[in-house]
């Protein structure tokens, strides 16, 4: 089992930024990729960036440019560097992390990012 905890959500204002931080535990295996999904009011979860341990990237077409993930992997930390947030950004964001030897995926409790003015 993985267990993944996440913070750093928060209100902000259009244009602002924020920084999400995921720490995962447990049965932690080296093949995996991690990331990071949201789900705003009334909508599907959608992927919005992913990174492999080897550091290996990719973004929804909505958040490239805008926000930059990334890893620590002696720490089991993923961070998700958000900036010029829109309030199309406002959702839960979920960390996902997907072990690719006796595969699973496991997943966080959420934190809200809610942006207004």
């Known amino acids: 089992q993985v267990q993944l905890v996440e913070s750093g959500g928060g209100l902000v204002q259009p244009g602002g930024s924020l920084r999400l931080s995921c720490a995962a535990s447990?049965?932690?295996?080296?093949?995996?990729?991690m990331g990071w999904h949201r789900q705003a009011p009334g909508k599907e979860r959608e992927l919005v960036a992913t990174?492999?341990?080897?550091?290996?990237?990719n973004y929804a077409d909505s958040v490239k440019g805008r926000f930059t993930i990334s890893r620590d992997n002696a720490k089991n930390t993923v961070y998700l560097q958000m900036n010029s947030l829109k309030p199309a950004d406002t959702a839960i964001y979920y960390c996902?992390?997907?072990?690719?030897?006796?595969?699973?995926?496991?997943w966080g409790k959420g934190t809200l990012v809610t942006v207004s003015s």
């Open positions: 996902n992390y997907r072990r690719l030897i006796r595969a699973g995926d496991y």
């Open positions: 447990g049965s932690i295996s080296s093949a995996n990729i």
């Open positions: 990174i492999t341990i080897g550091g290996t990237t």
